[in-house]
């Protein structure tokens, strides 16, 4: 997987932080196991991770955490697979009702994890609709046939990662 592949994968699901003062990525329990089994061939590890409580406008970590270690008889692939294997074991385990924190219905758990390498979380640019089935991009002045509505789309020639103007929230 090309690294903007990686890049697009891990920003199309990801919830910033940065509102809260933490510079940081997280997801929700099934987004982070999707990227996770998505990631589980590519040459990137996941270091370890931290858990928060998300509720509307508060950010309240839980003091949960893992962190995986690279071993001396392991070579970088094997790290990063087990790397990858801990992080989703942890995740799926997670326990969805915590004792003496009651998760009510806005509330949610959430994942941050910290991969081996670093992403730029900044999208500069933000493509074109030019009718109901072609978006343009504004740094190569290509369109493409796209009808996506997530709210990032990635350019197929240029490779740039975008904002889709298709996106409602
Ligand atoms: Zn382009």
Not at 47 to 72: F, H, I, M
Not at 108 to 135: C, G, H, P
């Amino acid at each position: 997987m090309k690294n903007q592949y990686i890049k697009y994968a891990i920003l199309k699901n990801a919830m910033p932080l940065e509102k809260f003062g933490v510079n940081e990525l997280a997801w929700e329990k099934d987004a982070a196991k999707k990227l996770i089994a998505l990631l589980i061939d590519s040459d990137i590890g996941i270091l370890g991770g931290d858990v928060y409580k998300l509720r509307q406008s508060t950010l309240e970590p839980l003091c949960d955490n893992w962190a995986c270690e690279p071993q001396n008889d392991e070579t970088r692939e094997e790290y990063f697979l087990r790397s990858k294997k801990k992080a989703l074991d942890y995740i799926e385990h997670y326990p969805s009702n915590i004792v003496n924190t009651s998760i009510i219905h806005d509330e949610k758990i959430i994942f941050v994890l910290v991969f081996t390498e670093y992403f730029d979380q900044d999208i500069k640019e933000r493509a074109s609709s030019l009718d109901e089935n072609w978006l343009l991009c504004p740094i190569c002045m290509d369109g493409w046939e796209c009808t996506s509505r997530d709210s990032i789309v990635i350019c197929p020639k240029c490779n740039e990662i975008l904002y889709n103007p298709r996106h409602q929230t």
